[in-house]
């Protein structure tokens, strides 16, 4: 009799176990790390080591698999307090699913665009994306406006209405190119390749290192031990 | 045409010699012996000053004889500073580490902060070595990872504000921001 339920209790546990594993798929497990290492510039290696990072993120406020925007600011500023232009942009362009949360697959493939080796291209695209506030196909000047004034809140620097007319006017007077108020893709790859070091922001030395810093324990590796 | 009336001509095109000369004169050698000789150049330094127009300047990136002042920030780039767009915090937080660059703003004049930063840190053992507005401070201790190099560079933001950055390209992450809480001390008055 005992053997009896102690075999179907056994039965049970297999059947949750594999139910478990399905719902750590769904909800933002792994997935795939060889897919995402062919589809992005890391290494598998790398893959792993970038999940444990967003195990961490992700579990700060709720612990299921996600990062949602509080738990983006709360990574970023060290307070879900911080209401920022910027970090809502941020997460808008890697939520490319639009709902309102990170899978770990969208974390990976927006953060492959800040390797250092990733093509200077994709950098120029995502940051045009990024300062395209309302992702019309261009810069406007308005936007340009409300990113430096955000900006110049952030740091508590306090400048005149002038002088930051100013500041955007030298900008779109040698941006501006084809003179129309606003700066389109071909524009701002122009401006870019001149002028490098606005795309800094755009490469995180830190994801060379992160095998080092992130070390994933070998029993998680899905790479196949020949 | 022959290479030295090409010569001749390209000097009287810089305004040195007549254009109706050009192809007579022969340019010759700075040597007297070799004027007499009638022996033209092969080759010689010559200064041959062009008047850059207002547009070409505008557009020249190149290192400037006596422009003085640090680069100006375009609107992008003082963007690209705020901390919601930078994020190496993402790595930072998790990992415990310190930043690897920090910056700070300043209404001091750009020469005076050059000059404050030197002071600062030549006391705490750093040798420093300027360009313009970027600096080199390599720490002369060895600390765990060897040298501290630090780079700052002055950027202008409007002609009264100036922002500083530093950061570090090798060495202990700890031991830098050692460092940048020691220069700010030494440095409140301008920040």
């Known amino acids: 009799m005992t053997q009896c339920v102690d075999g179907f209790k056994h039965v049970c546990n297999s059947l949750f176990r594999c139910f478990d594993l399905e719902i750590y798929k769904q909800s933002g497990g792994l997935g795939d790390p060889e897919l995402l290492a062919r589809e992005t510039v890391f290494s598998?290696?790398?893959?792993?080591?970038?999940?444990?990072?967003?195990?961490?993120?992700?579990?700060?406020?709720?612990?299921?698999?996600?990062?949602?925007?509080?738990?983006?600011?709360?990574?970023?500023?060290?307070?879900?307090?911080?209401?920022?232009?910027?970090?809502?942009?941020?997460?808008?362009?890697?939520?490319?699913?639009?709902?309102?949360?990170?899978?770990?697959?969208?974390?990976?493939?927006?953060?492959?665009?800040?390797?250092?080796?990733?093509?200077?291209?994709?950098?120029?695209?995502?940051?045009?994306?990024?300062?395209?506030?309302?992702?019309?196909?261009?810069?406007?000047?308005?936007?340009?406006?409300?990113?430096?004034?955000?900006?110049?809140?952030?740091?508590?620097?306090?400048?005149?209405?002038?002088?930051?007319?100013?500041?955007?006017?030298?900008?779109?007077?040698?941006?501006?190119?084809?003179?129309?108020?606003?700066?389109?893709?071909?524009?701002?790859?122009?401006?870019?390749?001149?002028?490098?070091?606005?795309?800094?922001?755009?490469?995180?030395?830190?994801?060379?290192?992160?095998?080092?810093?992130?070390?994933?324990?070998?029993?998680?590796?899905?790479v196949e031990d020949t | 045409m022959s290479k030295s009336t090409l010569t001749d001509s390209l000097v009287a095109a810089a305004g040195i010699i007549a254009q109706e000369v050009a192809g007579d004169v022969r340019m010759t050698d700075t040597r007297a012996d070799e004027a007499e000789r009638g022996i033209t150049i092969k080759s010689t330094g010559i200064s041959l000053y062009y008047e850059m127009t207002n547009a070409s300047l505008k557009s020249f990136t190149g290192a400037r004889d006596g422009n003085e002042t640090p680069v100006t920030m375009n609107a992008f780039e003082l963007i690209s500073t705020s901390k919601g767009l930078n994020l190496g915090s993402l790595f930072e937080k998790q990992m415990g580490l310190v930043k690897r660059k920090t910056q700070f703003t300043s209404k001091c004049p750009?020469?005076?902060?050059?000059?404050?930063?030197?002071?600062?840190?030549?006391?705490?053992?750093?040798?420093?070595?300027?360009?313009?507005?970027?600096?080199?401070l390599l720490g002369e201790k060895s600390g765990r990872k060897g040298q501290l190099p630090v780079t700052t560079e002055v950027f202008q933001v409007t002609p009264s504000l100036y922002m500083v950055e530093m950061k570090k390209s090798r060495g202990d992450a700890l031991e830098f921001d050692k460092f940048y809480k020691n220069l700010t001390t030494g440095l409140k008055d301008i920040v």
């Open chain 1, 44 to 222: 598998v290696s790398e893959i792993e080591a970038l999940y444990e990072l967003f195990k961490k993120i992700s579990s700060a406020v709720i612990d299921d698999g996600l990062i949602n925007k509080e738990e983006f600011q709360l990574a970023l500023f060290k307070t879900n307090k911080k209401e920022s232009l910027f970090a809502d942009r941020v997460f808008d362009l890697f939520d490319t699913k639009h709902n309102g949360i990170l899978g770990f697959e969208e974390f990976a493939r927006a953060l492959s665009v800040f390797h250092p080796n990733a093509p200077i291209d994709d950098k120029i695209d995502f940051s045009f994306q990024l300062y395209d506030l309302k992702q019309q196909g261009f810069i406007e000047r308005q936007e340009v406006k409300q990113m430096v004034v955000a900006t110049l809140a952030e740091s508590g620097m306090n400048l005149s209405d002038e002088v930051i007319e100013s500041i955007i006017d030298k900008t779109f007077e040698e941006a501006d190119t084809k003179h129309d108020g606003r700066i389109d893709k071909e524009e701002w790859r122009i401006l870019v390749l001149r002028h490098p070091s606005l795309l800094k922001n755009m490469t995180l030395q830190y994801l060379k290192d992160i095998t080092t810093t992130f070390p994933s324990f070998v029993f998680h590796s899905q």
């Open chain 2, 110 to 136: 750009a020469n005076e902060i050059v000059t404050k930063i030197e002071a600062a840190a030549g006391p705490m053992g750093f040798d420093v070595k300027k360009n313009n507005y970027k600096m080199k």
